[in-house]
């Protein structure tokens, strides 16, 4: 999946509009849009990063990275 898909599919989980989840994240509506018909597949990071922050997502949800596994001391 791509970042622009989980974007949209988290803006929908959360009932948001295009223009609500842009004014949360302090995006333009524009970029959201770019990012997730895939036509800007490589957003900034600032506005990956504001984007997490308006969904409520940790960025690394946001962009499908699995958290390391957290090793046990023995």
Do not use: C, F, N
Not at 44 to 54: H, I, P, V
Request: aromatic content about 2%; hydrophobic content about 40%.
């Amino acid at each position: 999946m791509s970042l622009g898909e989980r974007v949209r599919a988290m803006r929908l989980a959360k009932g948001y509009g295009p223009t609500e989840l842009a004014s949360l994240a302090k995006v333009s509506r524009s970029a959201l849009y770019l990012l997730e018909t895939g036509k800007q597949a490589r957003p900034r990071a600032k506005t990956t990063r504001r984007l997490a922050e308006g969904l409520g997502v940790p960025l690394a949800e946001l962009l499908g990275i699995e958290p390391p596994l957290e090793r046990i001391a023995s």
